[in-house]
Nanobody, 121 residues
Framework: QVQVVESGGGLVQAGGSLRLSCAAS????????MGWYRQAPGKQRELVAT???????NYADSVKGRFTISRDNAKNTVSLQMNSLKPEDTAVYYC???????????????WGQGTLVTVSS
């Protein structure tokens, strides 16, 4: 069994900062890309940022220069530092991990349960 658990959401004023963290655990053989996605009320889930196992990053245009994604391969964790937050960043943020698991050996895409970020104006 493999799970991905997010933490760090909450309420913050516009212009403020939050840091989200995500940890993958279980029968993991290797983790490839990890990423953060978000879904605002009434909207589709969208990509926020991704990071490969070699730390190559990709960001949505809407968060470039404000958000930073990082990972710790030894701890199977990924973080998202969010600065200069705007009300339009309000959403449920989901962590995703693409990984190979054991017993049986296979490739999986695993989602966390989500953490709510609310930015007040």
């Amino acid at each position: 069994q493999v799970q991905v658990v997010e933490s760090g959401g909450g309420l913050v004023q516009a212009g403020g900062s939050l840091r989200l963290s995500c940890a993958a655990s279980g029968s993991i053989f290797s983790i490839h890309a990890m990423g953060w996605y978000r879904q605002a009320p009434g909207k589709q889930r969208e990509l926020v940022a991704t990071i490969t196992s070699s730390s190559r990053t990709n960001y949505a245009d809407s968060v470039k220069g404000r958000f930073t994604i990082s990972r710790d391969n030894a701890k199977n964790t990924v973080s998202l530092q969010m600065n200069s937050l705007k009300p339009e960043d309000t959403a449920v943020y989901y962590c995703n991990a693409n990984l190979h698991v054991l017993n049986p050996y296979r490739l999986l895409g695993v989602w966390g349960q989500g953490t709510l970020v609310t930015v007040s104006s």
